[in-house]
């Protein structure tokens, strides 16, 4: 969220310097007390400048754990925000604030006020919990409960008592798979990842047929379409986990394609195939793609653009998000 007063830096107007290596930028952060955070859906020199790459739920408890002065988050805006609010004293910039998430976009504060009033008045009676998945705006999680991650969703669903009824916010894919998993009956709000919505059924059979050994590992924002021809469902962490423990296995991975670099870096011993979006060869988000070297670079010299969260929004999200950090991850 920028300040009122803000007019929305548009980076990609700038004259923009050439960004140095990596390793340089790293350097240049050490010596001027940035700490650089990468989503793990970034492209490989980005994930190569940061100080720690990961998925959502470990930038949050990284962010938290190390209270840094000054945070340069390369992901997307949602991800600044959270990092703001779990560290308030952080000066949080980004490479590009115009870095959003159609997920976040889909769930409109006002819209989603109104929708936990109709459904208190309709069932007449006020103990509806709301589960914000993290990638929502700061106004969301601010009418929510607790927030959940794909990373822990499962942990955070299974917390509420089973008599309670659930509004399950943004994702209707991820709560459809939460319901199957669960046996719940959450409401749903009605968005999705125009990332992981338009896999290709027919060539991801295809590629099933091309590669009969060959596990397909699915983010559970894929439509049920695509999560039934996986054989395992789960989030980056979960995937990352997995591919570790294995060597000469076949993996078609239904996530942002980029996720594939982590792969081969951490686990070079698998062989990894993007599952292909409707036309292209694979699936890249266009958000995250809005990041460069050069708009890293540029963050990192003028620590702007400055993600701010007003406070009274701050302090209810960072409760929700408090109390997602308090469930102990399941031994894995
Ligand atoms: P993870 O929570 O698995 O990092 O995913 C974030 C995201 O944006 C998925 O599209
Ligand atoms: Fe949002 Fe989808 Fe991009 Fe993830 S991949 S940031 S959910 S648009």
């Known amino acids: 969220m920028l300040k009122p007063c803000d007019k929305p830096v548009d980076v990609d107007q700038l004259d923009l310097e050439p960004a140095p290596s990596p390793e340089a930028m790293r350097a240049y952060a050490d010596a001027h007390d940035i700490l650089i955070l990468a989503h793990s859906y970034q492209e490989g020199e980005l994930q190569e400048a940061a100080h720690f790459v990961g998925d959502s739920l470990e930038l949050a408890r990284y962010a938290k754990q190390k209270q840094a002065r000054n ?3 390369c992901g997307v ?3 600044a925000e959270t990092a703001k609010i779990l560290c308030p004293s952080a000066r949080v910039f980004v490479p590009d604030p115009k870095a959003g998430c159609s997920l976040a976009e889909g769930c409109n504060a006002n819209d989603l006020e109104k929708y936990q009033a109709y459904l208190k008045a309709k069932r007449g009676r006020d103990d509806l919990v709301t589960i914000c998945y993290v990638n929502c705006t700061a106004a969301v999680k601010a009418l929510c409960d607790i927030v959940c991650t794909s990373g822990n969703a499962l942990e955070v669903v299974q917390s509420v008592p089973a008599d ?14 939460l319901n199957e998993q669960t046996g719940r009956n959450m409401t749903l709000w009605n968005a999705a990842c125009i990332v992981h919505e338009i896999f290709s059924i027919g060539m991801l059979l295809d590629l099933k047929k091309q590669h009969p050994t060959a596990k397909v590992l699915a983010h559970p924002e894929c439509p049920k379409n695509i999560r039934d021809l996986a054989d395992v469902v789960c989030g980056t962490a979960g995937m990352l986990r997995l591919v570790k423990q294995t060597q000469g296995e076949k993996y078609i991975i239904a996530t942002e394609a980029n996720m594939i670099y ?3 870096k951490d686990a070079p011993r698998n062989e990894y195939i993007a599952a292909p979006g409707p036309s292209c060869a694979c699936n890249l988000c266009p958000h995250m793609q809005r990041n460069t070297p050069e708009k890293l670079w540029h963050a990192l010299q003028t620590k702007s653009p400055e993600v701010h969260v007003p406070q ?9 998000l408090e109390r997602m950090l ?3 991850p399941k031994a894995k």
Request: with cysteine; net charge positive.
């Open 164 to 177: 309670q009824p659930i509004l399950f916010v943004p994702d209707m894919h991820l709560g459809a798979w």
């Open 312 to 320: 009274d929004i701050a302090a209810k999200a960072r409760n929700a």
């Open 71 to 73: 945070i340069c988050l």
């Open 326 to 328: 308090e469930i102990k």
């Open 77 to 79: 805006h949602f991800m």
């Open 262 to 264: 982590r792969f081969r």
